[in-house]
C-alpha cells in the first residue's frame, strides 16, 4: 500500500537550508525569521492565514523564486532534505490548501509573473503562473480577446492556482472548464526535474495526457510554473438582467424557458437566495434594487448573453422579459436590465459580492458541493432547520444559513454564516451536509478543491478504488511526500 508520508516526519528549514538558497535567490526572494536579517512575524503572517482566517500556518521562511528554474532549484534541495513546500499563489483559496499545515515552506510564485507569448490568430496564451487573473484579462483585451475563466478573486488569484483548483467561476457555462481551455503546462516535479509540456496545440493524442493530473491537483503533484491556455475571442456584446422570483420552484423552468429562449447567446445562469441578495447590498456589493422589485423575492437570477450584434442580442433579452412577465403565471415578479456598462457591472456585484459580504458578515462554514438542480433550496432550509434543532440558530452562534451558486453547473455554494468558528457549530454541520451530498451522488466538492478542509470527507465523494489510485499516482511523483502535504489526500 502507498501510505502518504505525514507532515510530522517532514524536517524543518534550518539556517544552513537559508544559506543554500541565498546562493541562487535574491535577499528580495526570501522572507525567513532564520535569515542573519530576520524578517518579522508580520512579514510572513499573510502568507500563513488563508482568505476566510480559518486556517493558520506556522511557516518560517518564504521564498518568492523569480524564474523556473529557481523553482527547480528550491525543490530539488527540499526532496533531498525532506522538507515540506506549500505553492501558494493568490492565497484566495476557499479549502486551506494554500497554507502550511505545520512549518513548510511557502513556495509563493508571485515573482513569476510575466506574459511569455500570445498569438491573436489562436487567441492562445502562454503566461507565467503567477499573472494575476485579471491583469492576463486587460492583457488580452486590446486584441479582443477574454480569459475562458472570471471569478469573484480576479484581482488577487493567480491563473497557476486556478488551474491547480481547477476553479469553475462564472463563465463555465459558456467556455467549459480549465480541462478543456488549458492546452500545456510548465511543471516542476518535486525532485526538481522540469517537465515542459507547454504545447500551444489545440490536438495532440500522442498518448497519457498528462497535464490533465496537475490541473485541480491543488500543488500536490508539483508546481505550475507557466501556462498555456485558449482565449476567446470577446463577445461583441455583453448584456445582463436581474431577475427576481416569487418561489425557488420557479427557477428550474426559468433555466429551461431562458436556455430555449436565448440559446447560443446564453452566456451565465447564476442564483442567489434572499438571504445571500440582502448580505450584499448590506455590505454595499452592488446597487440595491428598488423596494418594488424586490418586494415577495425569495431568490434572483443572474442571466448575462454574450453575442456579435447588440440590438441582435437586446432584442432577444427583451423579449424574453416581455415573454416571462406577460404568461399568464409569471415565474418571475420583474427583472432589471442594464443599461449602461455601470450598471452591467453593478448587477454582476449583487452575485459575486456574495462571498465577500459573508466574510464581513462573520465567519463562513462554506460547503461548495454539486446536488441536483431541484434539491438547492431543500439541502439549504434543511440546513437551516437542522442546526435550529441543535440550538445553534441566534446571535451568538449562526447568524444566516444561505445559497448561491452556478445553477447551469448544478453547483450549489451552501454557506452557514456563524459569530465565529466554533467547535460545536463544525460538527453540527460535518458529517450532515456530507451525507445529504453523499444521498444525492453528488460531490462535497465542485469547485474549490479538497485542501485541509475535506481530506476526511473524501470518501463520501470518491470510491476506495479511486483513492487508492490517487494515492498511487501521488506516491510516483512525490515519493518523498513534501508537495502540499495533510492536502487533498490524507
Ligand atoms: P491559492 O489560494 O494561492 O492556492 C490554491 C491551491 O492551489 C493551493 O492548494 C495551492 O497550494 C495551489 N497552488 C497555487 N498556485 C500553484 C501553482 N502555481 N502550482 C501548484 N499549485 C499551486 N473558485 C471557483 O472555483 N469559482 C469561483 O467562482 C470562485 N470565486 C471566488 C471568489 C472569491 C472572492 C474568493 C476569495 C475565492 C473564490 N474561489 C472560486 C476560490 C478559488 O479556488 C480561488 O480564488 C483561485 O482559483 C485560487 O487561486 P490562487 O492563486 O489564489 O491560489
Ligand atoms: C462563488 O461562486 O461566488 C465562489 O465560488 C466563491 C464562494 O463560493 O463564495
Ligand atoms: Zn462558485
Not at 521562511?61 to 525543490?75: A, R
Not at 441543535?390 to 454564516?417: I, M, P, R, T
Not at 453540527?428 to 451525507?435: Q, S, V
Request: with cysteine; glycine share 8%; aromatic share 6%.
Amino acid at each position: 500500500s502507498y501510505r502518504l508520508s505525514s507532515p510530522v516526519k517532514l524536517t524543518p528549514v534550518t539556517e544552513h537550508d537559508l544559506a543554500h538558497f541565498s546562493k541562487f535567490l535574491q535577499p528580495s526572494s526570501i522572507i525567513s525569521t532564520l535569515s542573519p536579517n530576520p524578517s518579522s512575524q508580520d512579514e510572513l503572517a499573510p502568507y500563513n492565514s488563508d482568505w476566510m482566517g480559518r486556517y493558520k500556518g506556522h511557516s518560517t521562511t518564504v521564498l518568492k523564486p523569480k524564474t523556473t528554474q529557481e523553482v527547480s532549484e528550491i525543490l530539488k534541495w527540499c526532496n533531498a532534505k525532506r522538507i515540506g513546500v506549500v505553492p501558494q499563489g493568490g492565497n484566495t483559496g476557499l479549502v486551506g490548501g494554500s497554507v502550511p499545515v505545520n512549518d513548510e515552506i511557502v513556495l509563493s510564485l508571485s515573482n513569476l509573473n510575466k506574459v511569455r507569448s500570445f498569438d491573436p490568430v489562436s487567441g492562445i496564451l502562454v503566461a507565467d503562473a503567477g499573472c494575476i487573473l485579471e491583469s492576463l484579462t486587460d492583457y488580452v483585451a486590446p486584441h479582443n480577446h477574454i480569459m475562458p475563466i472570471d471569478l469573484g478573486a480576479k484581482g488577487s488569484c493567480q491563473i497557476g492556482g486556478n488551474v491547480a483548483t481547477n476553479a469553475g467561476g462564472l463563465r463555465l457555462l459558456r467556455y467549459g472548464s480549465l480541462h478543456g481551455t488549458v492546452l500545456g503546462l510548465e511543471v516542476v516535479l518535486p525532485d526538481g526535474t522540469i517537465l515542459d509540456q507547454l504545447t500551444t496545440l489545440r490536438k495532440d493524442n500522442t498518448g497519457y495526457d498528462l497535464k490533465q493530473l496537475f490541473i485541480g491537483a491543488e500543488g500536490t503533484l508539483g508546481v505550475i510554473t507557466a501556462v498555456s491556455i485558449l482565449t476567446p475571442p470577446a463577445p461583441q456584446a455583453s448584456n445582463n438582467v436581474i431577475l427576481a422570483l416569487p418561489s425557488f420552484d420557479n427557477v428550474l423552468p426559468l433555466y429551461q424557458t431562458v436556455k430555449r429562449h436565448l440559446s447560443e447567446i446564453l452566456s451565465a445562469f447564476e442564483f442567489i437566495d434572499r438571504t445571500a441578495y440582502d448580505l450584499a447590498v448590506k455590505h454595499g456589493q452592488g446597487r440595491a434594487l428598488s423596494e418594488d422589485d424586490v418586494e415577495g423575492a425569495e431568490c434572483f437570477v443572474l442571466v448575462e448573453t454574450s453575442g456579435g450584434r447588440r440590438e441582435h442580442d437586446e432584442e432577444k433579452l427583451s423579449d424574453l422579459l416581455e415573454l416571462l412577465l406577460s404568461a399568464d403565471k409569471p415565474l418571475v415578479n420583474t427583472g432589471v436590465l442594464s443599461q449602461s456598462p455601470a450598471q452591467f457591472s453593478s448587477i454582476w456585484a449583487l452575485r459575486e459580492g456574495v462571498t465577500e459580504a459573508v466574510s464581513k458578515e462573520g465567519k463562513a462554514y462554506k460547503y461548495d458541493i454539486s446536488v441536483p438542480l431541484s434539491s438547492f433550496k431543500e439541502v439549504v432550509d434543511n440546513t437551516r432547520e437542522h442546526l435550529r434543532s441543535k440550538g445553534l440558530l441566534h446571535d451568538k452562534a449562526v447568524k444566516f444559513v444561505l445559497g448561491y451558486g452556478h445553477v447551469g453547473d448544478g453547483n450549489l455554494h451552501l454557506n452557514v454564516c456563524a459569530d465565529a468558528y466554533l467547535p460545536e457549530i463544525q460538527d453540527a454541520l460535518e458529517p450532515y451536509i456530507y451525507e445529504v451530498v453523499s444521498k444525492y451522488r453528488g460531490s462535497i466538492s465542485a469547485e474549490h478543491g479538497i485542501g485541509a478542509m475535506k481530506t476526511h470527507a473524501l470518501p463520501y465523494s470518491k470510491s476506495a478504488t479511486s483513492i487508492e489510485l490517487m494515492k498511487k499516482i501521488k506516491h510516483i511523483f512525490d515519493p518523498q511526500g513534501i508537495m502540499n502535504p495533510g492536502k487533498v489526500l490524507e
